[in-house]
């Protein structure tokens, strides 16, 4: 179904992130047809350039990512057509006229902020100032919101000054997901597992977002960042909001964003024998992460596992194991739910049994799978064994199972007006006031991250962390 008629300017148009996620998954958008032939997107950057050569640079961009098919010049030309180009010193006078003469009054106005934080109240208050920020305008901005607390209230304020919280859409990609959206459909459009999903019944959930690449080409911000700001803080966060909140009374933004908020806000501190850190070591001809961000003191973590506790009713008593890290074994990422034992056996000397696990997965081959327990098979006696009942997305729904990347996903709702899938303002600054804390005492702390292999499943602190509480992570790779 297409999207209504929209005018979208994208800050940061010649940038890394537009050229990898934005224009390709608009393009995309426009070759299913999602995107109303009316519908015009206004790259800006500080570059002086016309609108000729940024449409050659976006072509450029989007030969590098999107399939070769018979059909794709054809329509990339139509797709180009809707392009325009404002060149705009975001911190200067310059070019908002421009930009002003650009934009019609009667259709969606969206304004994306490809651009470093440290832009994003200036270039809010510009759009207000020049009268183009309208009622119903929306603004759309990019981690990483904050690096604390203090600063992510800053962003908030500088944003507000001139858009309301039901105009703001801060993105964090992994609500895009399609598994991470079937989260929500597995438990609130099924009465299978909601009856099942609480302390009584779940011994323990692992999230793992395990990745084998390292951090190429973002020394700079990631030694800054580190695991817990860059990914924790985010996306896993996200993903345990989204395990352990209550069903919301409707799927509408604030319903389910009120939920995440409670999550968070249940989340106990986690003390220092909880959290293991790890920085990935050097091969025989260096190439660790030392190297890779060229600070041989650097105390930076490029992995992180803890142990987290949601203190409330439904959860007491069952923790959530959360790890994440660069250059692992695989890049893999899921959610695993481990369900308590039976309480009693019948089947005393026939096998250890195999426990039911509900693995969500959402990458790589995004699927559910869930162990079972049933009889080994065939005549020689009574034995248990482990088998799973396994459902790719592709295998199951085919060609339609072919999911949109996380970020098209998010532009058509930006355009549709749902913040669903964005994050709000106060859930953002929770999500920092239980990390400012934990990171807080890395800085204080002379400790380093613990050495662990590339291609491994992280630091032998890691495995401990489980092994102190008689469980094991699943097996990455
Ligand atoms: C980004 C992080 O937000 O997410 C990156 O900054 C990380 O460090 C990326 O690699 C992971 O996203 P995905 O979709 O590849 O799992």
Redesign the pocket.
């Given at each position: 179904i297409p999207v209504e008629p929209f005018d979208l300017v994208l800050f940061g148009a010649t940038g890394d992130l537009a050229r990898r996620k934005i224009l390709p998954g608009l393009f995309h958008r426009f070759a299913v047809g999602q995107m109303p032939g009316s519908a015009r997107i206004i790259g800006s950057a500080r570059s002086e350039m016309s609108a000729e050569a940024f449409r050659a640079d976006v072509a450029r961009a989007i030969r590098e990512v999107a399939p070769d098919t018979p059909e794709r010049e054809e329509t990339l030309a139509a797709f180009l057509e809707r392009l325009d180009y404002v060149a705009i010193d975001v911190g200067g006078e310059a070019g908002w006229s421009d930009l002003t003469r650009c934009l019609r009054n009667d259709v969606v106005r969206a304004f994306y902020l490809s651009v470093a934080p440290s832009l994003f109240a200036g270039i809010a208050r510009q759009l207000d100032a020049h009268g183009l920020a309208t009622r119903d305008s929306r603004i759309v901005v990019e981690?990483p919101f904050g690096r604390n607390l203090d600063t992510a209230r800053d962003l908030n304020a500088g944003l507000r000054a001139s858009f309301a919280e039901h105009q703001i859409y801060r993105i964090d990609?992994?609500l895009g997901?399609e598994t991470v959206q079937n989260l929500m459909a597995l438990r609130f459009a099924n009465s299978l597992f909601e009856p099942l999903w609480n302390a009584t019944h779940i011994d323990h959930v692992q999230i793992t977002?395990a990745?084998s690449?390292g951090?190429e080409g973002?020394e700079a911000y990631?030694d800054r960042?580190g695991a817990m700001r860059?990914?924790v803080q985010?996306?896993l966060m996200q993903l345990l909001c989204l395990t352990a909140m209550e069903p919301p009374a409707k799927f509408t933004p604030n319903s389910v964003r009120d939920e995440k908020v409670k999550v968070i806000e249940a989340l106990d501190p986690v003390p220092p024998e909880d959290i293991a850190r790890g920085q990935y070591a050097a091969k025989a001809g260096g190439d660790g992460y030392l190297d890779h961000v060229g600070n041989p003191d650097s105390r930076t973590e490029s992995f992180v596992a803890m142990k987290v506790h949601v203190a409330n009713w439904r959860w007491a008593g069952t923790p959530f194991y959360l790890r994440t890290g660069?250059r692992l074994r695989a890049?893999e990422?899921e959610i695993a739910v481990f369900f308590r034992d039976p309480p009693h056996t019948i089947f005393p000397g026939t096998g250890p049994l195999k426990g039911n696990v509900l693995a969500i997965r959402?990458?790589p081959d995004e699927g559910i799978r869930l162990q079972t327990t049933i009889k080994d098979p065939g005549p020689g006696g009574f034995r248990l064994a482990g088998v799973s009942l396994d459902m790719s997305f592709a295998d199951a729904l085919g060609e339609e199972a072919q999911a949109p990347d996380?970020y098209e996903r998010l532009l058509m709702d930006v355009i549709r007006g749902d913040q669903t899938l964005f994050m709000r303002g106060d859930e953002v600054e929770a999500a920092w006031a239980w990390i400012d804390p934990i990171i807080a005492r890395f800085d204080d702390s002379r400790d380093r991250p613990a050495p662990y292999d590339q291609g491994s499943s992280g630091p032998e602190e890691a495995l401990m962390l489980m092994h102190r509480d008689h469980r094991r992570w699943r097996q990455i790779g």
């Open positions: 981690k990609h992994y997901k977002v990745e690449l951090i973002r990631y960042a860059d990914m985010n996306h660069k890049r990422s959402l990458q996380a």
